[in-house]
């Protein structure tokens, strides 16, 4: 009895023993995942951008190391890094986006020496500002004057000379205008978020139909090509004019000479000719 009692109280302590003990292992405490994490999103480049940190606290020991998934909720961007105890990762989720919602990044831990065990936690992040300026927009314009088929034709020509996004105008670049005077084109800019609208206004241009000389009615005249009649020459007639002949003219002058025992009179008569020649007859008579 007592050899068969002692051998049962062997066999008894014995699995009492190995009970306990697997209790002990199974009961042992769960870490507590000591961790520090962090994530924020900035403007970097025009583009919003998403840092994240993380840093395993637990105690130096190899099986305290962590294989984290790191996860941004609004992008979908993850990455996965296996973090040492004592040791600490970062990066950075890069976006397309100029401007982020508020959002949270996820870390998921599991041991890396693959033992049973999980851990999520979250870092939440403010919304960025709009991480995109865009340029300011300008643009100038004038109106062009060509001839067409002998006739001045005004036409607008428009230039963006500044902006991210092309604009649109009116009147637009190409148009015709009726003449030379001044324009107001309006500019429009839009934006994912913005509009902006700016005026220009053209200076005015002279008429560039060539000018020509023509006879009307008799006289010369400047007129643009374009405004030239069909009865209108190109040179107008010369006529002759016969400059007029001028009549002889006769001077006649009386001079009393003195009187040398009688009385003199001398008659002078000139003759004036086209040749300017002046020819002149004195005749003296004597009287008794």
């Not at 951008?49 to 105690?59: G, L, M």
Request: net charge negative; with cysteine; charged share 20%.
């Amino acid at each position: 009895m007592r050899k068969s009692t002692i051998l049962r109280g062997v066999i008894a302590t014995a699995t009492v023993s190995a009970s306990a003990i697997a209790l002990v292992a199974t009961s042992a405490p769960a870490s507590a995942w000591y961790v520090d994490y962090s994530a924020n999103a900035v403007c970097k480049d025009e583009t919003a951008v998403i840092n994240w940190s993380f840093k395993n606290t637990e105690p130096n020991q190899a099986r305290l190391s962590m294989d984290v998934e790191i996860k941004d909720q609004q992008t979908g961007q993850k990455v996965t890094k296996t973090v040492a105890p004592g040791k600490s990762v970062s990066g950075t989720f890069t976006t397309n986006e100029t401007k982020l919602d508020a959002g949270k990044v996820s870390f998921k831990m599991l041991w890396t020496d693959g033992r049973n065990g999980v851990d999520t936690r979250y870092s939440s992040y403010a919304m960025t500002d709009e991480c995109y300026t865009p340029e300011q927009p300008a643009f100038n314009a004038n109106v062009v004057c060509t001839v067409i088929d002998g006739s001045a034709v005004f036409t607008l020509n428009v230039n963006q000379t500044a902006g991210d996004v092309d604009g649109i105008f009116t009147p637009a670049n190409g148009d015709t205008v009726s003449n030379g005077e001044p324009v107001e084109v309006l500019g429009v800019f839009n934006t994912s978020n913005t509009s902006e609208k700016i005026t220009v206004k053209t200076a005015s241009v002279e008429d560039c139909t060539q000018e020509i000389e023509v006879c009307r009615d008799g006289e010369t005249i400047t007129i643009n090509k374009d405004e030239r009649l069909d009865t209108d020459t190109t040179v107008c007639p010369v006529e002759e004019v016969e400059e007029p002949k001028e009549e002889p003219k006769v001077l006649a002058t009386v001079t009393e000479l003195p009187k040398t025992g009688a009385s003199a009179v001398v008659g002078i008569l000139g003759s004036v000719f086209a040749g300017g020649s002046t020819l002149a007859h004195i005749v003296q008579r004597r009287k008794s």
